[in-house]
């Protein structure tokens, strides 16, 4: 008899196992989390998600990262929004991982956990001065423009200088100086945070720079950004007519990405031409060819900020590599109070997961976690995947999370499939064991 109550439940426990539906955990609600959703939803009619956020709203970067007077951009949270209505989806803000609820405690509830929390820290330049006040990373300030709540008490100082220097020269860069440098009267009738206009509606800096390491050719904005900023109404645009000078290499460069080639005939045609500039009228500063060398105290203020010193640097490479900036041992300062770091996001590790500190990621191959990516002979995490900036790094657009969320998704898809055919094949042959020595169930 006990024989035959263990028989029994045996198979009951694979009828019920090869029956239970796929439940997915998905850690962080912005792009790449909800595209993950999205997708999973849609391959399996069975499985349940829940998107998991240490923040008590959804939607992530598209909520705390794009500027707001990029509307358009935000359009893409009501496709999100449907996702989360989805019966089989649940949104489930204020847990953390790593305090609320562990890595392993998640993996032994799901039967996969898909970490697409992104990246929520800063590389640092490590150069000296750069603890002193008046310092941020651009990625703070687009926190706090859009009230998001790890920001909001940020309160940066406008009001003591008329000079901001942004180190970098890419998108996030371009817009954190188009919200310094807008009209507020515009920026009113866009949804940035409430104590953010009043504190640009009461600012005095008149003057940013946008310091690059490498020259126009190699500016990491997209043409759409730089269009934008270049069309603000009586904003006097500076570039030195001798830094649009071009190099075989250059060319080179310019005739392999489309990219780079519209970007550079777009600042030629803004290229300072003598003009006196007009007391109070706002004014951009593209610096090209040099890099911070260290950030400078205020003379009057301890602690704080008064200038960024810049080092020149020229190119080295021809057309058949990269070309890298280096230094020439010729320094110049610039004052300001104000100096905002846009030299790229960084994603952070939580307990009990790889972590490849040096590149910023989770190792991964294809989505899936790796567990040993120092040694030939790879492993992976059981049930465990990545997407978004935690799996290739902090690049691409919104969409771009799309197409990665789809090459994450398969990974699953496939072991998924593939665990159901072997849970079928070991059901099916146990049925047929049982039945040839007449047992009945």
């Not at 021809?318 to 004052?335: C, F, N, P, W």
Request: proline letters at 4%; charged letters at 25%; aromatic letters at 8%.
């Amino acid at each position: 008899m006990a024989s035959f109550l263990k028989l029994r439940w045996i198979s009951k426990s694979f009828s019920t196992l090869s029956s239970t539906p796929l439940r997915i955990c998905v850690v962080g609600s912005g792009p790449a989390g909800f595209y993950t959703a999205e997708k999973l939803l849609k391959a399996h009619g069975s499985v349940e998600v829940d998107i998991i956020d240490r923040l008590p709203t959804p939607f992530g970067l598209v909520r705390s990262g794009v500027a707001p007077d990029h509307p358009e951009t935000k359009i893409v949270t009501n496709q999100f929004s449907r996702v989360a209505q989805n019966e089989r989806c649940s949104f489930i803000g204020n847990v953390s991982v790593g305090s609320s609820i562990t890595l392993p405690e998640l993996r032994e509830m799901y039967n996969g956990v898909v970490l697409a929390y992104g990246a929520e820290s800063d590389r640092s330049l490590s150069i000296p001065g750069e603890e002193l006040a008046d310092i941020y990373a651009a990625r703070e300030f687009v926190w706090w423009y859009n009230g998001h709540p790890d920001c909001r008490n940020l309160a940066p100082d406008l009001k003591s200088s008329d000079t901001a220097v942004i180190l970098g020269q890419g998108n996030v860069a371009l817009d954190v100086a188009r919200i310094l440098l807008r009209p507020t009267a515009e920026l009113a009738r866009t949804d940035i945070a409430s104590h953010a206009l009043a504190a640009l509606e009461e600012s005095t800096i008149r003057k940013v720079y946008l310091v690059g390491r490498r020259g126009p050719v190699q500016a990491a904005c997209t043409a759409k950004e730089l269009r934008e900023i270049l069309g603000i109404k009586d904003l006097v645009i500076h570039i030195k007519q001798a830094d649009l000078v071009t190099t075989p290499a250059d060319e080179i460069e310019m005739k392999n990405n489309r990219i780079r080639r519209r970007v550079y005939e777009l600042l030629s045609k803004v290229v300072t031409t003598g003009h006196a500039p007009v007391p109070g009228q706002r004014e951009l500063h593209f610096v090209f060819f040099h890099k911070p060398d260290r950030f400078l105290e205020s003379d009057d203020r301890s602690g704080r900020l008064g200038s960024v010193r810049l080092e020149k640097t020229t190119l080295k490479g021809d057309e058949s590599m990269k070309q890298v900036a280096v230094g020439t041992g010729v320094y110049e300062d610039i004052s300001c109070g104000l100096a905002l770091k846009s030299i790229g996001y960084k994603s952070v590790a939580i307990d009990g997961l790889p972590f490849d500190n040096y590149k910023g990621i989770v190792p991964n191959l294809g989505g899936r976690v790796l567990a040993n990516a120092s040694q030939g002979d790879m492993q992976y995490e059981t049930g465990l995947y990545v997407c978004g900036w935690l799996k290739r790094g902090p690049t691409g657009i919104i969409a771009t999370n799309l197409y990665c969320a789809e090459e994450t998704v398969r990974l699953i898809n496939f072991r998924f499939r593939k665990n159901k055919i072997i849970i079928t094949i070991i059901t099916e042959s146990l049925l047929m064991y049982f039945q040839s020595r007449e047992y009945l169930f």
